[in-house]
């Protein structure tokens, strides 16, 4: 995580990452330098609990403009049709797994949606757990208006469960975009701010979120992505049942406790 980027800028402030796709120039679009390097820090995340949430913000005028097309190397390159089925598998799976890894991973990731988030884009945007779009916000599954199915890196799965199978059909079979306004009105996203207000509402936020337990939030997540797709409420509920008995066995509840009795803000340690 010391390590310097040629497209990612990253910026640590105590528990909080703000992790910065770097491309401005282009729009923040997917190059293979982009991916790699976006895999680089899922990974260093996976076992750094040190770092509790992450802020994932676009450079300049976009928050990611999807794939970059003119670099045909840079994954889902399967388009191009200069490789073989089993090449571009592996080219697109390499893009896919980064929603899969935002998606696994412990800390929340709250996505600060600046201009357009397009294909790939969108998919960075809808695998985060909190979305809070300024009023230039526009989103959409590109993919669809290039000659691709619209069912890409993980749009097809996380887009229904959060608005609906409805709004979900017609925003993927259509390509069109979704403004900032309905997004906030269809449940895509939980706040519309000013593009000025944006780095201020995402770090208020991820402040909020830091103010609790650090094992608390980790198991929240992790019970939260596990509920979406369980088949029965008992299913939930056993998840939810272990989570509070484990909590329970930790210093921070009891931290927690008296500190809610002594009317103070609690000092978590993660024990």
């Known amino acids: 995580m010391n390590r310097s980027y040629e497209t990612l800028d990253l910026r640590r402030d ?20 982009l991916v790699d390097e976006l895999h680089a820090v899922l990974d260093a995340l996976h076992d750094d609990h040190s770092i509790r949430v992450v802020i994932l913000r676009g450079a300049g005028r976009a928050f990611c403009a999807g794939l970059d097309l003119k670099e045909t190397s840079a ?47 969108f998919a960075l945007a809808l695998a985060s757990d909190i979305r809070i779009a300024s009023e230039s916000a526009r989103m959409n599954a590109a993919f669809i208006r290039i000659g691709l199915s619209a ?24 390509g069109d975009f979704i403004d900032a306004s309905r997004a906030l009105a269809t449940g895509l996203v939980s706040r519309v701010v000013p593009e000025a207000e944006l780095d201020r ?22 019970c939260l992505r596990y ?3 369980a088949l029965t409420l008992e299913a939930a509920i056993a998840m939810e049942d272990r989570n509070q008995i484990l909590t329970t066995r930790t210093n921070d509840v009891k931290e927690g406790i008296a500190a809610f009795l002594e009317k103070r803000e609690p000092k978590y340690e993660d024990a």
């Open 201 to 222: 509402a995402a770090e208020e936020m991820a402040q909020r979120i830091l103010r609790n337990s650090p094992l608390g939030v980790r198991l929240t997540k992790e």
């Open 227 to 229: 509920s979406v797709a």
């Open 75 to 121: 994954g889902t390159s399967a388009a191009s049709g200069h490789e073989t089925v089993a090449q571009g598998l592996r080219g697109q799976r390499r893009i896919a797994e980064l929603a899969i890894k935002i998606h696994r991973l412990p800390q929340p990731f709250i996505a600060a949606i600046n201009g357009p988030a397009s294909g790939g884009g």
């Open 14 to 33: 105590g528990g909080l990452l703000r992790l910065v796709l770097n491309r401005p120039h282009a729009l923040n679009t997917l190059s293979k330098t």
């Open 151 to 174: 069912c890409d890196v993980g749009v097809s799965y996380f887009l229904p469960r959060i608005v609906g199978s409805s709004i979900a059909s017609e925003l993927l079979l259509t």
